[in-house]
């Protein structure tokens, strides 16, 4: 029995959750398990959103580097020396990085985007009483999950597109009702994720 793109976007951020909350060199290992699977999944996909964090995963290993005190790596140099326990947390942080990139890959790949909006729509309700809407929630994923699957455009060019006025483009979700499996693989999915957040403390 097929679960509801809401439990299953549910069970997915449960994974993302738990990758983060690993500790190295643990996380370090499951990153990369993850990058392959995504690679074999969809390889295509999974390069094309490495490649776009590329940079940042080189800045962030680089800034812990230089910016965390500990061991110098290279103890004969009194300038820009980067320590190993710099290293080590940046490598740590793109870790993390890089298995939410994996992991998107993966869930895009799985996972229609008609129905991964609906998801995210039927998420959102719970979110109305803060005064969420959540019909601009899918659209606005909408827009952004079209940015990734598309041509990278420049920012500027990008903003020009989304904010131009309508062009009489509509936006259908199909209904799909949420069934007894599916609430309880979201109900365990929390308390998992609380059970981690104590684990963690």
Excluded: C
């Amino acid at each position: 029995m097929a679960l509801h793109p809401a439990a299953m976007l549910t069970l997915w951020a449960g994974v993302a959750v738990f990758i983060q909350a690993l500790s190295p060199p643990v996380v370090w290992f499951a990153a990369v398990g993850l990058a392959a699977l995504a690679g074999w999944i969809d390889l295509a996909r999974t390069l094309k959103l490495i490649r776009r964090i590329r940079v940042l995963l080189i800045v962030i290993i680089l800034m812990f580097g230089f910016a965390t005190p500990g061991t110098a790596v290279l103890p004969t140099w009194t300038v820009a020396n980067p320590t190993w326990d710099g290293l080590s947390l940046g490598a740590t942080q793109a870790a993390r990085l890089l298995a939410m990139v994996s992991l998107v890959a993966v869930l895009l790949a799985r996972m229609p985007i008609a129905r991964l909006v609906l998801a995210l729509h039927v998420l959102a309700q719970g979110l109305r009483p803060l005064g969420v809407s959540p019909d601009r929630v899918a659209v606005r994923l909408s827009l952004v999950l079209a940015e990734l699957d598309g041509p990278k455009l420049q920012w500027r060019r990008w903003l020009d597109t989304v904010e131009a006025p309508g062009g009489g483009n509509l936006l259908a979700l199909e209904r799909i009702a949420l069934r007894w499996p599916d609430y309880s693989a979201m109900l365990g999915v929390v308390m998992a994720g609380v059970g981690v957040l104590w684990w963690r403390m």
